[in-house]
């Protein structure tokens, strides 16, 4: 059976691909440490897995509206008001299967064939497959690792042309956890604003920041800005509830009409049970999120140490979300390797570390690690990164 172009076109998630071969290895017995992990290592808050116990027994098992239950748009719309300082109605909102299926979705209503996304890298692996299974073209634009990663209004303005219909913001970013300021969102707004282009202001992040700087919601900058921007976000990052999918995006009501359209017909609504679950994540005060910020801090702090005290690595600290991504281009020549492909597969295969090549979010001279795990497992795959680099000096 011949298979559909569009599926054709995708590339494979390296982030998934690393953690499955990183999987079956410790199946196999082996010692392996994942620094590929895309999720908190934390439980559900006690809290919220009692609120979904409770909505089970109270059978609330049904569906719901495609868009979400009203509480818990009423609720996002508080969160909004509350962190962001935006007003949405709840017919600005949808809540989704994730803010994955929120993008997803988006694309989906957004672009016709041809039409442009500009796409910084390093870029988050999804944002370009799911762009092209919309029809759409990425358009990527490499943001300089001196900048922190971060797109400029010139080097924005230069990738614009007719087709481009949006621009993707992540901030904090996956996989680079840098951010950007106030100052820097204003900038691109108004280049946005000059060429007709959407801003999606991915901010599922928001939450996990470690340093002074405070997150900026693009759409809060002014109302131009809130007409002209869909904001992603969700409750997996924040409250550990990666499994329980559940994301929502808020922006224009002719966008999130169309969006809700679409959902009708794909997942019908998001799972009931998860829904009052974020509800309950939304309604109680932030110490769980607190406590895990207070864990990753530290866990930043030692890798980020250890990361750097490594022959031929350097590394921008980030300042948020839990990845590091150090440039590795020197211990990677230094060792004898041609790429930073061949070289993650030997640590894989020799220390039985798994990292995430840089290639795959657009940036090959790169690794990401995640410090998603135990404090003490960082420290030992740390130790055993460095071993390899010093034991392959060289060669």
Request: a negative charge; aromatic letters at 8%.
């Amino acid at each position: 059976m011949e298979l559909s172009k569009r599926v054709e076109t995708l590339t494979p998630s390296s982030t998934l691909a690393i953690t499955a071969k990183a999987k079956e290895l410790k199946k196999q017995g082996y010692d392996v440490i994942g620094l590929g992990a895309g999720e908190p290592d934390f439980n559900t808050p006690d809290y919220i897995l009692e609120a979904a116990k409770e909505a089970m027994d109270s059978g609330m098992t049904k569906y719901t509206p495609a868009g979400g239950i009203m509480e818990l748009k009423e609720a996002i719309v508080r969160k909004f008001k509350q962190d962001n300082q935006l007003s949405y109605s709840t017919n600005e909102i949808i809540v989704t299967s994730g803010a994955k299926h929120a993008l997803y979705t988006l694309f989906q209503v957004l672009l016709n064939d041809g039409d442009e996304v500009i796409i910084p890298a390093p870029f988050w692996v999804s944002y370009p497959e799911q762009v092209k299974l919309a029809g759409g073209t990425p358009v990527f634009v490499s943001a300089l690792e001196e900048n922190e990663f971060k797109l400029t209004p010139g080097e924005l303005k230069k990738a614009v042309t007719d087709r481009t219909k949006a621009v993707v913001i992540n901030s904090p970013s996956n996989p680079t956890g840098m951010m950007y300021s106030k100052e820097e969102l204003e900038a691109l707004g108004k280049v946005c604003l000059d060429h007709n282009i959407l801003i999606i202001s991915d901010e599922i992040y928001e939450k996990l920041i470690y340093t002074s700087d405070e997150h900026v919601s693009i759409a809060s900058i002014s109302s131009e800005f809130k007409e002209n921007t869909v904001v992603i976000n969700g409750v997996s990052k924040s409250h550990s509830m990666t499994g329980w999918r559940i994301g929502y995006a808020a922006g224009p009501e002719e966008i999130i009409k169309a969006m809700t359209n679409l959902a009708s017909h794909s997942t019908s609504n998001p799972t009931s049970i998860a829904q009052f679950a974020a509800l309950a994540a939304y309604e109680a005060d932030e110490s769980a999120i607190n406590e895990m910020k207070k864990a990753f801090a530290e866990r930043l702090d030692t890798i980020y140490r250890l990361i750097t005290e490594i022959p031929g690595i350097t590394c921008k600290k980030p300042k948020g979300a839990f990845y590091v991504f150090p440039n590795v281009k020197e211990a990677v020549k230094m060792n004898g390797f041609s790429n930073t492909d061949e070289w993650v597969k030997a640590i894989l295969e020799e220390e039985k570390v798994a990292l995430v090549p840089g290639s795959g979010f657009g940036f090959d001279d790169n690794v990401r690690l995640s410090y998603a795990l135990a404090m003490d497992e960082l420290v030992e795959a740390a130790k055993r990164i460095k071993r390899f680099v010093l034991n392959h000096q060289n060669k």
